[in-house]
């Protein structure tokens, strides 16, 4: 069983005077049922001890929102990857994450929010399918450009990169939520290919 560490929002609730991390119950039943475990990585580890103690097989950066805590964690876990050239796989907030680490910039982006729109998969190294299908969209910003040492893997029809993958190192990264509906056919085996390579 592979072993992916997934990064998690950090939440402040005041009634308890508590920062606690947070991560969608849908990751693990997406990964479970595609014979994977979630590790959750704790926002104040050290980031190279926890994954090498646990011998991790890949990292997968997910949705939300931005914290501090969550910025320093998820900068080192792209530091570890690319040393040791680990798979990474980003998922919205992740994929915006990935590409400002990288040089990209964040630009507001109207009518993305709580819809699905349709995307056009280009020719990819990663065997996800090349073709036209509709994604769920709950994003409110898009990258001003797709980062250097990555390609587009899929836009959207006004040309915005909905995911992308880099040209040597194992990273990849998609805008859209797989773990919520609608669910595509292919990603579970896309997600075995991806963290196997290590």
């Known amino acids: 069983m592979l072993k992916i560490g997934i990064t ?3 939440e402040y609730f005041e009634t308890f005077g508590e920062t606690r991390d947070a991560l969608d119950q849908n990751w693990t039943k997406l990964l479970q049922a595609n014979d994977c475990l979630a590790v959750p990585v704790p926002n104040v580890c050290y980031v190279s001890d926890f994954i090498e103690a646990l011998s991790l097989d890949g990292i997968l950066m997910s949705g939300g929102d931005d914290h501090p805590m969550r910025e320093r964690c998820e900068t ?7 040393k040791h050239k680990m798979p990474l796989l980003g998922i919205c907030h ?14 507001n ?4 929010v709580k819809v699905r729109h349709n995307v056009l998969i280009h020719s990819n190294p990663h065997g996800v399918p090349q073709k ?3 994604v769920n969209s709950f994003h409110r910003f898009t990258l001003d450009k797709t980062p250097n040492g990555f390609s587009d893997l ?3 029809h006004e040309g915005h990169c ?3 993958y880099h040209s040597t190192l194992p990273i990849a990264a998609f805008m859209w939520h797989p773990e919520r509906v609608p669910y595509l056919d292919w990603f579970g085996a896309f997600l075995r290919r ?3 390579k290590r």
Do not use: N, S
């Not at 992740?94 to 630009?107: D, P, Y």
């Not at 982006?109 to 993305?112: A, K, L, Q």
């Open 8 to 10: 998690q929002r950090a």
């Open 76 to 82: 080192a876990c792209i530091d570890y990857c690319v």
């Open 94 to 107: 992740g994929m915006q994450f990935i590409g400002r680490h990288f040089g990209a910039t964040l630009v």
């Open 109 to 112: 982006i109207e009518g993305h």
């Open 132 to 134: 036209q299908f509709e």
């Open 154 to 156: 899929a836009v959207d």
């Open 162 to 164: 909905e995911a992308m």
């Open 194 to 196: 991806f963290y196997e």
